[in-house]
C-alpha cells in the first residue's frame, strides 16, 4: 500500500518517512555509522541510568494530536508522539513487521472463505490509568475511521467489514474482500484508541491539543505549539519502562540553526532530512552521525501521454541518457559514502521485495540511445539534438520549489540528457500545483518528486495501476500521474492488493517492476540517506533507526549520561 | 485633536477591508488547504476536509460521471465506497461568511490545526510583542547614545566608527547576522570556555528566571535590532547635527550654560522629535515583519505564524492576522503624528 502523507519538509510537499538500509556496514573514524539493516546502532555502553532529561530537535511539530482527524498529515507528529504514546498491534523492526507488545502473539490470519483476522491482546497491557485494552478499543478505532466526521484517509478500514470482540482479549477482524497490507492497520500512523475515554465524548475535540492518555511508554505532558513538546514516562506501561525522566522536543525548522543547537549542546539529537549539506553534522566533535538508506526514494516521473513520452523507444533511451550512479554519488556521497542508486521502485530496505530490473539502463549507453531513437523515427539535427517530423526531443522537468537537492539532482541531469540529444528545461514549481493541480490533470512532460512509503508493504498498485489513472472512474483522484496503461503492469499489482502469501508478494513484484522497466513510467534515480546525529557523551544505549516511526521510538530504552 | 484621531481611525477601516478582500483572493487564488492530501489513496479525504473548513457545503452525492463508452460511472473510491461530491462555495460567498463571523465575534478555527485562531495569535503576539519590546529598548538606547555622540563629536574618531559600522550593519542581511551571532554566542563561547551550557540560548524564548530569559533573548535581539540600530543612529545623527546648528543652541551656548545642559536639555529633547516618529512607525511595521528571527531562533510569534499559515493557505489565520497586523501599523502611524505634534508645539494638526 502507498499510503503517503505530508512529509518532513511541508514545503516540499514530500520528504523522508521512513528509512533502512541493506549496505555494508562502516563505522569511520569520523563518528560516521553506516548501518546494515536500518535498525542497527551504536550499542549499549554502562549500566542503565535512571532519571535525566532528554531534549532533542524536531524539524517539524504535529499540526494536531487527533491521529486519524485530517489535521494530522504530518509525518514528526509520528515521530515525536504519536509512535510514543499510541498503541499498536504491529511494530516495524529490523525491516520486517513484528507483533508489539501490545499483542500476545502473532495474529492468526484466516483466508477462507473470508479474510479474518484474530488478535490476540496481552493480559498485560493497559493504559495508563490502568483500565486494560481490549478488543472494544480495536472495535471503537475502526468505527471512528470509518464513521467518525474529518478523517485523514479511511483507506482499508473501509474493506473491513466488522470488528468483533469475543471476549475483551481477542478482537476479530473480518474483510470484505482479502486485504494484502491488513498488517499497517490497527497500529502504524494511527494507532489504537481507548474506547473508555473517548467513547462519551468528540474525539476530535479531545485529542486535537493533546490527550493524556497512553498505551506507549510515554505520555503526552505539554504541548508549546510552536516551541516545543514534552513526555514523560508512563508509569503502568507493561514492557521496558523508560529510563530517562522526560523527553522534550524543541521546534528547530531551520537548518543551519538546528546544527548550532546540536554543537552548542542545547539538543542532543537531530534526525535532518537528507539535504546536501548535512554532511557538516560529521565534523562537529561529540558527534555521532548515522546515515542509512530509507524506505523513500525519488524519480523522474513521466507523462506517457504527453510528447516526447507518447512511446516507449523515447522513454527507454532517456534511461539510458541518465547516469543515475554520478547523481546518487554527487548529491549522496558526502552523507553516505557507500550509497548506491536504485534500480526499481523501491529501496535495498525492502528487502526480498527490492529487485533490480533498471540495472539494464545502467551506466549510460550512448548507442543504445541513438539505436532506440533511430528505430522511433528521430534524427539528430545540427544541434545534436533529435528530432522527428519537426518537433524537437524537448521536454521540461517540474519539480518542487525550494528543494536545494532536487534543483541540484535536475541540474546534473540537464547536462547528461543533453550530451545524449535531449533537451531538457527545468521549472520548479509550488508544491501544492505540482501535487494538486499538474500532476493529476497531467500538466506536465516529467516530474522529479519522491514517493513516501508509510510501509515497506510493497503494494503499488496506487500509482502504477492503469484504474488508478485519474478519470470519470476515480472522480480524477487517482494517483497513476505517469498515466500509462500496461496489462503487464496491472496483472501482478491488481493481484498483490489482494495476496496474503508473502512469498507469492514476493515473485509478482519481481514481475510488476519488470514491466515497469520495461514500459519505463518513470525512470528511479535515488533513495534518501535517513541521519542521526547524536552527542555521545549525552544519550546512552543503542541509537538507531526505526523506518517507520522514528529513531525516538526506541527512547525507552536510552539513558541520560550526562545529566 | 479628537477629530482628528477619528478621521484617522475612520479612513483606515475601508484600507482594511479592501487589503481583507485582496488577501482572501490572493490565497484562494495561490494556494490550495486541501493539497497536502494530493497524495492521500482515499478521494473522499480532500471532500471531507474541504466540508470541514467550508470550501464546499452540503448536499453531497455520489459523483457520477460519463464513462469512455458513454455509459454512466459511479466513481468509487479504492475501499470501494461511493467517491462522494459537494456544492464548491463560490470565493465571495465563502468571503462573506467569514466577515459575517468576524462580526459577530466568533473567528473560525484555523484550517491546518482546528485551534481557535485567537488563541493562534495570542500565542504568537505574545512572543513578537516581548522581542519587539526588548528589540527596541536596546536599539533606542544604543541608537540614541550613539547618533548624539556623533553629532556632537561630529567628524572625530568613533564618529568615524559608529558611522562605519552603520553602513556595515545596514549591508548585513539579518538571517545571515543571526546564523553569525549564534555560532559565536552559543557555540564558540561555549567550546572556548568549556562551558556546560551555551552562554547564550539560541532556541526560543520560554526561560525559568530573568538570567535564562536574557541568555534567550540576547540573541534575538541583537539580530532583529542590528540594522533598526544602524538606521536609527544615522536618523539621529543627522537630527541632533541640524538642532546643534541652530539659533536658539547658539543662544543658549551664548548665555553660558554648561555643554551638557546645551546638549541633553535644549539639544536632545528636539533632536529626538523626527526620531521618536520613526520609531513609531517602526514599531507598527515590525508587528508582521520579524520571520526572519523568529525563524532562526525558534519563536512562535506573528512572523512565523503568518509563514506557516500561507504555506498552508489557511486564510482563517491570515485575515485576522492581517486585521492585527494593519491595525498595528495604522495605530502606530497615528501615534507618530500625535507625537509629532505633542512633542512640537509648533506643529499643529489640521
Known sequence: ?563 | MVTFVIRRVALSIPVLLVASVLVFLFVRATTDPLARLAQVNDPNAKTRLALQIGLQEEPCRPVVTTGPDGNAIEAKTPGGQPVLGCKKVPVATQYARYMGDLARRELPASQLTGRPVSQELRQALGSTIQLIFWGVLVAAAIAIACGVYSAVRQYSLLDYAFTGLTFVALAMPPFWFGLMAIQFGSVYLRDRFNLDDPLFYSIGIESDGPLSYARHLALPVATLGVQIIASWTRFQRSSMLDVMNADYIRTAKAKGLSRAKVVLKHGLRNGLIPLVTVMAIDIGSLFGGLIITEQIFSIPGMGRLFFTSLQNGDVNVLLPWLLLSATFVILFNLLADVLYGALDPRIRVS
Not at chain 1, 470482540?165 to 494507532?191: H, I, M, N, Q
Not at chain 1, 543547537?261 to 539538543?267: I, K, M, N, T
Not at chain 1, 513521466?302 to 539510458?320: D, G, I
Not at chain 1, 549507453?365 to 519537426?390: F, Q, R, Y
Request: one cysteine or more; proline letters at 7%.
Open chain 1, 1 to 563: 500500500m502507498i499510503h503517503v502523507r505530508n512529509g518532513r519538509t511541508r514545503g516540499a510537499g514530500l520528504g523522508l518517512l521512513f528509512s533502512m538500509a541493506l549496505v555494508a556496514s562502516a563505522c569511520s573514524s569520523d563518528g560516521t555509522t553506516t548501518d546494515p539493516g536500518g535498525t542497527v546502532g551504536t550499542p549499549t555502553t554502562g549500566a542503565e541510568v535512571q532519571g535525566g532529561d532528554f531534549v532533542f530537535g524536531a524539524e517539524q511539530e504535529a499540526d494536531c494530536f487527533d491521529w486519524i482527524g485530517s489535521c494530522a498529515g504530518a509525518s514528526w507528529g509520528v515521530y515525536t508522539v504519536q509512535a510514543l504514546t499510541m498503541p499498536r498491534s504491529f511494530d516495524f523492526d529490523d525491516n520486517k513487521y513484528k507483533p508489539s507488545p501490545l499483542l500476545a502473539g502473532e495474529p492468526k490470519l484466516e483466508t477462507s472463505p473470508k479474510q479474518v483476522i484474530t488478535y490476540k491482546i496481552n493480559e498485560k497491557a493497559v493504559w495508563n490509568d490502568g483500565t486494560p485494552i481490549t478488543s472494544a478499543d480495536y472495535q471503537y478505532t475502526w468505527d471512528q475511521i470509518v464513521n467518525g466526521k474529518d478523517i485523514y484517509s479511511k483507506s482499508g478500514y473501509e474493506k473491513i467489514e466488522s470488528v468483533a470482540t469475543p471476549d475483551p482479549k481477542t478482537a476479530v477482524v473480518t474483510y470484505r474482500e482479502p486485504y494484502g497490507a491488513w498488517r499497517d492497520l490497527f497500529g502504524g500512523y494511527y494507532g489504537i484508541f481507548p474506547s473508555h475515554i473517548l467513547k462519551s465524548q468528540d474525539r476530535n475535540a479531545a485529542m486535537k491539543d493533546g490527550y493524556k492518555f497512553s498505551g506507549g511508554p510515554w505520555i503526552l505532558e505539554a504541548w508549546n505549539k510552536g516551541v516545543d513538546t514534552k513526555l514523560v514516562p508512563n508509569p503502568n506501561y507493561w514492557d521496558k519502562k523508560p529510563n530517562a525522566s522526560s523527553i522534550t522536543f524543541k521546534l528547530l525548522e531551520d537548518t543551519a540553526a538546528a546544527q548550532s543547537a546540536l554543537r552548542s549542546g542545547q539538543v542532543s539529537m537531530l534526525y535532518p532530512q537528507a539535504q546536501p549539506g548535512q554532511e557538516q553534522l560529521k565534523s562537529i566533535p561529540g558527534i555521532k552521525f548515522q546515515s542509512i538508506t530509507s524506505l523513500s526514494y525519488e524519480a523522474v516521473w513521466l507523462n506517457t501521454t504527453k510528447a516526447p513520452f507518447t512511446t516507449k523507444n523515447v522513454r527507454q533511451a532517456l534511461a539510458y541518457a541518465i547516469d543515475r550512479d554520478a547523481i546518487v554519488k554527487q548529491l549522496f556521497a558526502p552523507i553516505q559514502p557507500d550509497i548506491k542508486r536504485i534500480d526499481s521502485f523501491a529501496t535495498p530496505a525492502y528487502n526480498e521485495n527490492y529487485v533490480t530490473p533498471f540495472a539494464k539502463y545502467s551506466p549510460v549507453n550512448g548507442s543504445k540511445v541513438t539505436e532506440l531513437m533511430t528505430a522511433d523515427g528521430w534524427a539528430k539535427g545540427p544541434d545534436g539534438i533529435w528530432a522527428k517530423g519537426g518537433q524537437k526531443a524537448t521536454f521540461e522537468v517540474k519539480t518542487t520549489q525550494g528543494n536545494r537537492r532536487r534543483l541540484q539532482t535536475l541540474e546534473i541531469m540537464q547536462s547528461q540528457v543533453k550530451a545524449q540529444g535531449f533537451e531538457m528545461a527545468i521549472n520548479p514549481i509550488k508544491s501544492s500545483v505540482l501535487f494538486g493541480e499538474d500532476a493529476p490533470k497531467g500538466n506536465f512532460q516529467a516530474a522529479l518528486y519522491a514517493q513516501v512509503p508509510a510501509s515497506n508493504d510493497p503494494d503499488q498498485c496506487a500509482i502504477w495501476c492503469s484504474k488508478n489513472i485519474p478519470g470519470p472512474a476515480n472522480a480524477e483522484s487517482g494517483q497513476n500521474w505517469t498515466r500509462l496503461v500496461d496489462p503487464a503492469i496491472d496483472e501482478p499489482y491488481l493481484t498483490i492488493e489482494k495476496e496474503l502469501d508473502t512469498k507469492k508478494v514476493t515473485e509478482l513484484v519481481g514481475k510488476g517492476q519488470a514491466a515497469i522497466a520495461e514500459g519505463v513510467p518513470a525512470i528511479p534515480v535515488d533513495p534518501f540517506p535517513d541521519i542521526i546525529a547524536y552527542q555521545e557523551n549525552v544519550i546512552g544505549g543503542t541509537v538507531r533507526h526505526n523506518p517507520s516511526f522514528g529513531p525516538w521510538v526506541y527512547a525507552n530504552t536510552w539513558s541520560v549520561k550526562k545529566k
